[in-house]
């Protein structure tokens, strides 16, 4: 795993030995391809962040800042570890379940350009969706203004849902068995039927 591009591009990354599946580089390079100008100046919340690969990847590219979550406080100390191997600015780490923090992002009124998301693969019905819980979340709506857009990954075979409410699906790929799903919030109002 590396740093695809910009001024940290081809430094490999550490990846935390348990818990975490990493965005793969194809996947990554990807979905940057299709970002291309969004990225650089934007402000970054990497949800999920595992290796931080993705939030690396957007200040490796130019984005202005970058806050990396993961509950998991060994993938947090890998996180910091990459930080500091690739000497990138604007990136700063949270250790945090997302749910928590969410609500707590929005009462300090922070807004963010891009929101990347990669939580845990449903295998199952028994599993939890994270992503409909995620989607669900009333607080997320609050952290995108009406430019931003939200990148979910997820398993090609998670449910195949191509419409949530409040939300507009601009691109939904599968790249072997990853899916990735680029959405924009609905404004209030406009949503249609």
């Given at each position: ?16 030995k ?28 990497d949800?999920?962040?595992?290796t ?16 990396l ?30 749910f ?18 990669d ?24 952290l ?5 857009h939200l990148?979910?990954?997820?398993h090609?075979?998670n ?15 599968h ?19």
């Open positions: 795993m590396r740093i695809i591009s910009g001024s940290a591009g081809g430094l490999a990354l550490e990846v935390p348990t818990v975490t599946r990493p965005t793969q580089d194809r996947v990554r390079q990807a979905v940057f391809s299709m970002l291309g100008e969004l990225v650089p100046g934007a402000h970054v919340l949800l999920f962040a595992g931080g690969a993705l939030g690396l990847e957007c200040l490796s590219r130019g984005a202005a800042s970058a806050m979550v993961d509950e998991n406080k060994g993938a947090c100390e890998v996180i910091r570890r990459n930080i500091a191997k690739t000497r990138l600015t604007g990136a700063t780490v949270r250790h945090s379940d997302v928590r923090l969410l609500p707590l992002l929005q009462k300090d009124g922070k807004q963010f350009d891009l929101i990347f998301a939580p845990p693969y449903t295998h199952s019905d028994e599993d939890t969706d994270f992503i409909a819980k995620l989607l669900a979340e009333e607080a997320l709506p609050a995108l203004h009406a430019d931003s990148i979910l990954e997820s090609h075979f449910r195949e849902t191509k419409h949530w409410p409040g939300w507009e699906v601009l691109t939904d790929r790249y072997g068995s990853t899916r990735i799903v680029w959405l924009r919030k609905i404004p209030h109002g406009i949503e249609s039927a």
